[in-house]
T-cell receptor, first 113, second 111 residues
């Protein structure tokens, strides 16, 4: 089944404790991205990747890192999480940048205490 | 001013009603317009995609774009309880990447 998977789905952590949210797609997509979804603000793009080893900042990149060493994986790294990073995070992928269809993962709900 | 404005609702309609969902935007460079549907505890899924102005129909769903007014709409005919979800508009200058989303409208269709 073609899909985008994220792990973990739910995570509670404390301020300053480094964490990684994994994202993987099995569709051989070149383009992958991370969004956060907050009430009243909607979905905002954090980082995106056009292909392996090519990443760039989205609209709200502060406090996040990403890497794209393999085509299928695009992990999101929070080096020192803070409470304002409490949010619902979505990974998405599409065949290429500019492709009309982005496939979203199921989401990761993060609470930073 | 936000790039994309969308009434958050909530919106409740009886089964069979016609639903109208709307977004306005401020950036005249937007060329690609999309509607996503998001069920509770799920990721968004693409429902409709339109390039530039005009109408697009897919079954019970019709998307309209009026670039002169910077206004887009999604109409749902013969609404069903299974249509109950949050509907997100999204738009871009360059396609599916670098999307600007509305905040979403929560719709409930009552049997």
């Amino acid at each position: 089944e073609a899909q985008v998977t994220q792990n973990p789905r739910y995570l509670i952590t404390v301020t300053g404790k480094k964490l990684t949210v994994t994202c993987s797609q099995n569709m051989n997509h070149e383009y992958m991205s991370w969004y956060r979804q907050d009430p009243g603000l909607g979905l905002r793009q954090i980082y995106y990747s056009m292909n392996v080893e090519v990443t760039d900042k989205g609209d709200v990149p502060e406090g996040y890192k990403v890497s794209r060493k393999e085509k299928r994986n695009f992990p999101l790294i929070l080096e020192s999480p803070s409470p304002n990073q409490t949010s619902l995070y979505f990974c998405a992928s599409s065949l290429r940048a500019g492709e009309e269809t982005q496939y979203f993962g199921p989401g990761t709900r993060l609470l930073v205490l | 001013q936000k790039e994309v404005e969308q009434d958050p609702g909530p919106l409740s309609v009886p089964e069979g009603a016609i639903v109208s969902l709307n977004c306005t935007y401020s950036n005249s460079a937007f060329q690609y317009f999309m509607w996503y549907r998001q069920y509770s505890r799920k990721g968004p899924e693409l429902l409709m995609y339109t390039y530039s102005s005009g109408n697009k129909e897919d079954g019970r769903f019709t998307a309209q774009v009026d670039k002169s007014s910077k206004y887009i709409s999604l109409f749902i005919r013969d609404s069903q309880p299974s249509d109950s979800a949050t509907y997100l508009c999204a738009m871009s200058r360059t396609g599916a990447n670098n999307l600007f989303f509305g905040t979403g409208t929560r719709l409930t269709v009552i049997p």
